[in-house]
Structures are given as C-alpha cells and as structure tokens.
C-alpha cells in the first residue's frame, strides 16, 4: 500500500558529506511525522532526528549542530542533510513515517511505516 525507499548512502572519509532521501510512494493522502533512524552492528536502533507536519524538528545530541533534516510535502519525501560526518555515524540509515492512507472497509487510518534502510560508512 506504501512503501518508503531510501537513497543517498555510501562510503564517504570523515568529515565528508552525505544527503539521505526518502521517497514515500502509494496510497498517501498527507504524512505527518517523518524520521530518520540508524542502527549500528550490535547497537539498539535509534532515532536520528525527526520533524513533523509543521516544521517542527528535532535531533540527538549526537548529530546536533551537523545533521539537518528536512521534508518536501509535494513530493512526499524527506532528507537528512550530514555534514562533518564522523566515524561513529556509521550505521544502517532508515527512514520512518506515520502516513495517513486508506484502509479498506474502514476507510482513512495513520500508520507507521520503515523503509528498507541505506548503509553509511565513514572511514578513511
């Protein structure tokens, strides 16, 4: 019904850059919160930054100050801008999303949806 396909990811040297997209695409009627989690080999995954339907944002304090995420509402997509990327962001990137879509018989709900994921390695 809808899916979430991530992109942008690769292998980049500390301090390079990376933008991370996410594409959402199916049933949609509005989407309103939007994230960006990572995962880590042996690591709890955890949440990145997210932003709501209005501009709200919000990051972990360890990408504060280098992450920026942001959303494009006509194209159903968001981003994750990463800048001064460290050995320690490497991870599994995945985007998440709460989409208002329709669900036959009982018509219009808000569900959760995960992308597949894009790996980021930062190393030299």
């Known amino acids: 019904q809808v899916s979430l396909v991530e992109s942008g990811g690769g292998l980049v040297q500390p301090g390079g850059t990376l933008r991370l997209s996410c594409a959402a695409s199916g049933r949609i009627l509005s989407i309103d919160f939007m994230a960006w989690y990572r995962q880590a080999p042996g690591n709890e995954r955890e949440l990145v930054a997210g932003?709501?339907?209005?501009?709200?944002?919000n990051y972990a304090d360890s990408v504060k100050g280098r992450f920026t995420i942001s959303r494009d509402n006509a194209k159903n997509t968001v981003h994750l801008q990463m800048n001064d990327l460290k050995p320690e962001d490497t991870a599994v990137y995945y985007c998440?999303?709460?989409?208002?879509?329709?669900?036959?018989?009982?018509?219009?709900?808000?569900?959760?949806?995960w992308g597949q994921g894009t790996q980021v390695t930062v190393s030299s």
């Open positions: 932003i709501t339907s209005d501009e709200s944002t």
């Open positions: 998440n999303a709460d989409v208002l879509t329709t669900m036959p018989p009982w018509g219009t709900r808000s569900i959760n949806y």
